[in-house]
Structures are given as C-alpha cells and as structure tokens.
C-alpha cells in the first residue's frame, strides 16, 4: 500500500475502516498502524467528516408532488394560437405525400426509362450507350 494510495482511500471512503474496499482494507489498515504519526491528523479530519455526514437525513421527496410543482413553475407559452402547431404538421404530411407521389410520377418505367437516358446524355458527342459500357 502506497502512501498516496491510502489518503486517496481515506479521501473518497472515509475514515471508518469498514467502509474500505474489501480487498484493500487489510493493507491499508497495515499501513495505518505502521505509520501512525502522519496518519492521526488525516484520519480524526475524515471522521469528523464523517460525523457530519451521518447526521444528515436524506431528504424524501414524492416524485408526482415534485412534478407538479416543476410543472406549475414553468412558463405558459403565449402568442401562438392552438391550432398552428397541428396545422403546421398536417401542412409538412401532405407536402411529404404530394412529394413522394410526384417523384414516383417522374420516374419513367420500361420504353421511357431509355428515352430518359437518351435525353440525359444527348448533349455529349459520343452514343450514350458507350456511356454506360458493357452494362447497357
């Protein structure tokens, strides 16, 4: 057991050596007893510490009366009317719908589908099937 090992254990368990790490408490108590003297004055530190946090009795706080008094703090929001938020959603959907129904209108399927692709590489010198190579 290091010397800083053992203050980092007092520092963040406290004093009481039961409330060490199972698999450190035997070497740090080892090292208490072997350095008494600089170990005295950081130890009656720590239970005095510990005192003062055992007195303290951990509040009970009901979560639905917790809730109720965030909820009651909270400011109203003013200025919009109700209608606008679900209005505005139902503008978004039929925009979606009206979107997706005219890209599918756009795509063309069998004879169209070459034309489409012809049109696309008409302003290039070269065949549009050299183009796409072997893949056509």
């Avoid at 090992?5 to 408490?25: H, K, M, N, S, T």
Wanted: aromatic content about 10%; charged content about 25%; glycine content about 6%.
């Amino acid at each position: 057991m290091t010397e800083e090992r053992f203050f980092r254990i007092l520092e963040v368990y406290g004093a009481d050596p039961a409330r060490w790490p199972d698999d450190e408490r035997v070497a740090a108590q080892a090292f208490a007893a072997n350095h008494r003297a600089d170990v005295v004055e950081a130890t009656s530190d720590e239970m005095v510490l510990d005192e003062l946090l055992d007195r303290l009795v951990e509040p009970v706080i009901e979560a639905p009366l917790l809730e109720r008094r965030l909820l009651a703090q909270l400011p109203v929001p003013t200025g919009l009317p109700a209608w606008m938020a679900p209005s505005a959603i139902a503008a978004a959907l039929l925009v979606g719908v009206f979107a997706g129904f005219a890209s599918g209108a756009l795509t063309g399927t069998g004879a169209d589908t070459d034309m489409i692709y012809a049109d696309a590489f008409t302003g290039y010198e070269q065949d549009w099937v050299d183009w796409l190579g072997e893949d056509a």
